[in-house]
């Protein structure tokens, strides 16, 4: 079946550095949303990508839409301690069904 | 703009009780759908409603789950008889069409003792 891989599973960074982090699918993807989740609370979506190569950004973040359709890209600038939490990857299961597979998470910590 | 709200946020029962979820998406979104949420772990697909219709249920919905969209609107999650393997958080979301962005809910979190 389908299957999301994110990578690094977890990072420790300095407040101000810059994060990377990626999803990468053995299958193609028509969709990649990104999705931030602190403790106790449920996903946020981030944003959401729809086109091969597409590039968005939401403020300090900015993903891209992988050209093969099977990875997508997650960068944070200027990183603050309010980034702190697991992000995830997130994909349409393929149909018309919307039901969405995610990855297993990012954990990103922030040291101020 | 009102989200999506679940109801209630922690529910704490014993083995062998039945419990029910409530949520209640966003007001014009036809699609809703139920995931559960292990530690460590990423959502995993429950089942999906358009409208009052439920079209899929995942093969980790066993008989004992249960799931509802009375008149299109709030949808209600029960669990009969459950398991210390039930614990987990229960999202819900919602999302406009089969192609719309889906926003979820903040979570139910079940422990079952």
């Known amino acids: 079946g389908q299957q999301l891989n994110q990578s690094p599973q977890s990072m420790f960074i300095q407040e101000g550095e810059d994060v990377s982090m990626n999803c990468t699918s053995s299958?193609?993807?028509?969709?990649w949303l990104w999705y931030k989740q602190d403790p106790g609370e449920g996903p946020v979506l981030l944003i959401a990508?729809?086109?091969?190569?597409e590039l968005t950004s939401n403020g300090r973040l900015t993903a891209q839409f992988g050209i093969t359709r099977k990875d997508s890209f997650l960068n944070i600038s200027a990183s603050i301690p309010s980034d702190v939490g697991i992000y995830f990857c997130?994909?349409?299961?393929?149909?018309?069904?919307?039901?969405?597979?995610f990855g297993q998470g990012t954990t990103l910590q922030v040291k101020p | 703009d009102t989200g999506v709200s679940q109801n209630p946020r922690h529910k704490i029962t014993k083995r062998g009780q039945n419990v029910t979820f409530r949520c209640d998406p966003i007001?014009?979104?036809?699609?809703l759908y139920w995931y559960r949420q292990t530690l460590g772990q990423g959502p995993e697909f429950l089942t999906y409603?358009?409208?009052?219709?439920?079209?899929?249920k995942s093969r980790l919905l066993s008989d004992r789950f249960s799931a509802e969209r009375p008149k299109g609107s709030f949808s209600t999650l029960e669990i009969q008889r459950t398991e210390q393997g039930d614990s987990a958080m229960y999202l819900c979301a919602s999302s406009l069409g089969p192609r719309g962005e889906q926003y979820f809910g903040p979570g139910t979190r079940l422990t079952v003792t």
């Open positions: 990508l729809y086109k091969a190569g």
């Open positions: 007001s014009e979104h036809n699609r």
């Open positions: 409603f358009q409208n009052e219709a439920q079209l899929e």
């Open positions: 997130a994909g349409p299961q393929g149909g018309n069904t919307g039901k969405l597979i």
């Open positions: 299958s193609i993807f028509n969709t």
